[in-house]
């Protein structure tokens, strides 16, 4: 007996796809319409666009920047002794001629910044027609001077003051009442960095501070009496008053050695005399020595002798 099938037998049939591409003036003609059309839609609404942006640039153009209510009619400047009217006008090259919307507080505040000498700027525009500039200069604290790096004191331009947060600033005139008066930090050399706007780092510089700083501490009118600080070898600092007394200090213990200076200074004055030089590096029999107090000694003048009678004669002769 011959068996029946149960499963069916799935014959699979190949299906060919014929692709093929037909070209002719009518198919060629209508795709050409077709992407001619599309790029005119694309430009004419990209021309709308560029037509409605420069519509509304003409309009705040006229309407704020050209608009005569807008234009910068005064600048308010707060009273500071380093950046006046001219000065401000060189460095943020604002246009007096031009409107408010023209002046970029954020633009206008780093330029300001920018200067060594300014600690904080505010710029703000007032509308219709102002603009209010606060700058706020650094305290001048201590003037420093280096031979090698030919850097003077007291002199606008050249010279370099230090703020209490030792960054360097050049000196300008309008300081010049306040700064005249400050001390004087000597330095040997230029192992340090010396540039305006950075914080000083000078080995000398440091080690003069803290004996200033000493100073200051214990005499209360330290920094109108003391005229400069310098290096002495690689042990100690020379410090000059105004008084023309150089004391030599050592490194450390500066505490003991400034009380023992001010003791000398007073026994001294007590005594009538004016001390000239002394050394504070040891504890005990401290060297000092004293400015001349000699008083000045009177000129002989010779008595005129009595007059003869051949210089009787002559005298009538000239007085003829």
Not at 273 to 292: E, M, Q
Request: proline content about 5%.
């Amino acid at each position: 007996m011959f068996r029946r099938r149960t499963s069916k037998v799935r014959k699979r049939r190949q299906v060919r796809v014929l692709r093929a591409s037909v070209m002719s003036p009518r198919i060629f003609w209508y795709d050409f319409r077709r992407a001619f059309a599309s790029l005119f839609r694309f430009s004419l609404i990209a021309g709308l666009v560029v037509a409605a942006v420069w519509g509304v640039w003409r309009g705040i153009e006229s309407g704020l920047l050209e608009n005569e209510d807008f234009r910068l009619r005064q600048i308010v400047l707060n009273d500071n002794p380093a950046i006046d009217e001219i000065r401000l006008l060189e460095v943020t090259k604002i246009d007096l001629e031009g409107s408010l919307f023209d002046c970029d507080p954020d633009r206008i505040r780093a330029q300001l910044l920018a200067l060594p000498e300014v600690a904080s700027a505010d710029v703000v525009r007032e509308f219709p027609g102002e603009l209010i500039v606060d700058v706020r200069i650094r305290k001048p604290y201590v003037w420093v001077a280096c031979e090698s790096a030919g850097i003077r004191s007291r002199e606008v331009g050249s010279g370099l003051l230090v703020d209490r947060n030792g960054r360097l600033f050049p000196a300008t005139a309008g300081m010049m009442t306040e700064a005249a008066a400050l001390p004087v930090i000597h330095l040997r050399n230029n192992e340090g960095v010396l540039t305006p706007g950075e914080r000083i780092d000078h080995p000398d510089f440091h080690r003069a501070l803290r004996l200033l700083q000493v100073a200051e501490r214990q005499v209360p009118e330290a920094m109108k009496w003391v005229e400069s600080i310098e290096l002495h070898k690689s042990w100690g600092c020379k410090l000059h008053t105004r008084d023309a007394i150089e004391a030599t200090f050592g490194h450390d213990d500066l505490e003991r050695q400034m009380t023992d200076f001010l003791s000398a200074v007073e026994h001294a004055r007590e005594k009538g005399d004016r001390l000239a030089t002394i050394s504070l590096v040891g504890r005990r029999n401290l060297p000092v020595t004293f400015h001349s107090t000699a008083a000045p000694r009177a000129v002989v003048v010779p008595e005129p002798e009595p007059e003869t009678t051949g210089d009787q004669d002559l005298r009538q002769i000239i007085e003829r």
